[in-house]
Each structure stands twice: as C-alpha cells, then as structure tokens.
C-alpha cells in the first residue's frame, strides 16, 4: 500500500465500495435492493447474459466463447463456464462473485478508475 499514489489508494478504496454495495445488496429484501440484480440457482442474471461476450479464467481454464469449438452452442459454453465457478466458489458466495464477473462489477471497476 504504501508504494501507491493517492489515485491508485482512492481508486482501490473506490472499488472496494462499489463491490461491497452489490455484494451487500443481494442479502437485502428484494423491495429494500438498489439494484435490480435477480439470480437463478446462485448466479447474477447479467452474469449468465454476459458469458459469451467477456473472457474469464477460471481455476487456469480460459473462457472465452470467440475462441470456442465451432460446435459450442452458447447454452453448453455458459453451463460450461457456469460449472467452473461453481466448483471454483463456496456455494454461499456465488451470488456475490457472479456479480462481480458481470457489466455489474466490470462497470464498479470503471467507475472506480475513472479518478
């Protein structure tokens, strides 16, 4: 910490805020939320939507459906990718990281490098 400058601290203090604010947020009632997350079996819906556009690695597996076998259906690939979060992640905190690996937590990264 100490080798930082004030923006890479602010930058990092930001983002830490903004994850724990979606974290948070799935815990909350869902008329209490402030976000209008919703999650199937665990995961962010935005995180299923996202799969075939981002690339993840996950466990040293690489994700990446542009680079996917020709005969990959985008239903396979997500379960595919889905599974290896799954085995990756406590079941207790797939709500939250599904979150974070979606626009949701790539946007909270932007906002907080945007300093």
Avoid: W
């Avoid at 930001?14 to 009632?29: G, K, M, R, S, T």
């Avoid at 665990?42 to 690695?57: E, I, K, P």
């Avoid at 076998?69 to 889905?82: A, I, K, T, Y």
Wanted: aromatic share 8%; glycine share 4%; charged share 25%.
């Amino acid at each position: 910490i100490a080798g930082l400058s004030q923006g890479a601290l602010y930058s990092a203090a930001l983002l830490q805020h903004l994850l724990e604010l979606d974290a948070a947020d799935f815990l909350l009632p869902e008329t209490a939320r402030r976000f209008e997350d919703t999650y199937d079996d665990g995961f962010n819906r935005q995180f299923v939507l996202d799969a075939t556009r981002a690339r993840f690695t996950v466990l040293g597996d690489v994700f990446h459906y542009e680079t996917a076998p020709p005969d990959q259906d985008e239903r396979s690939f997500v379960e595919s990718l889905s599974t290896s979060v799954r085995e990756a992640v406590p079941e207790a905190l797939l709500p939250r990281v599904s979150t974070a690996m979606c626009q949701s937590g790539l946007a909270a990264l932007e906002k907080a490098t945007l300093s």
